[in-house]
């Protein structure tokens, strides 16, 4: 079993930064997949970004290629998402999810594990 906590969210304008951990405890990281996911109101939960274990593969949804970047710390359980420019249609809750493997899936069939989410504002 992996547990994951999220924090990070919180209210920002537009244009502005925020950056959100995900800390897994339970297991080791290290053979895991991370992925962040997101679901706005009275939408579907929709794929952010992903990477591997090693951190060497990641992926990202168009709507935030050049804006949000993950990245991981092995050694301290956790994996970030820096997230820069934000704007309005980025408000959702948030999702930290992990797979054991290498593959770097986008959908949510795909994880086993999920946190509780984080809200993230963005006013405009």
């Known amino acids: 079993q992996v547990q994951l906590v999220e924090s990070g969210g919180g209210l920002v304008q537009a244009g502005g930064s925020l950056r959100l951990s995900c800390v897994a405890s339970?297991?080791?990281?290290?053979?895991?997949?991370m992925g962040w996911f997101r679901q706005a109101s009275g939408k579907e939960r929709e794929f952010v970004a992903a990477?591997?274990?090693?951190?060497?593969?990641?992926d990202y949804a168009d709507s935030v290629k050049g804006r949000f970047t993950t990245s991981r710390d092995n050694a301290k359980l956790t994996v970030y998402l820096q997230m820069n420019s934000l704007k309005a249609e980025d408000t959702a809750v948030y999702y930290c999810?992990?797979?054991?493997?290498?593959?770097?899936?986008?959908?949510?069939?795909?994880?086993?594990?999920w946190g509780q989410g984080t809200q993230v504002t963005v006013s405009s």
């Open positions: 990477i591997s274990w090693s951190g060497g593969t990641t």
């Open positions: 339970g297991r080791t990281l290290s053979t895991y997949t």
């Open positions: 999810a992990a797979r054991s493997g290498r593959r770097v899936p986008t959908t949510v069939d795909d994880y086993d594990y």
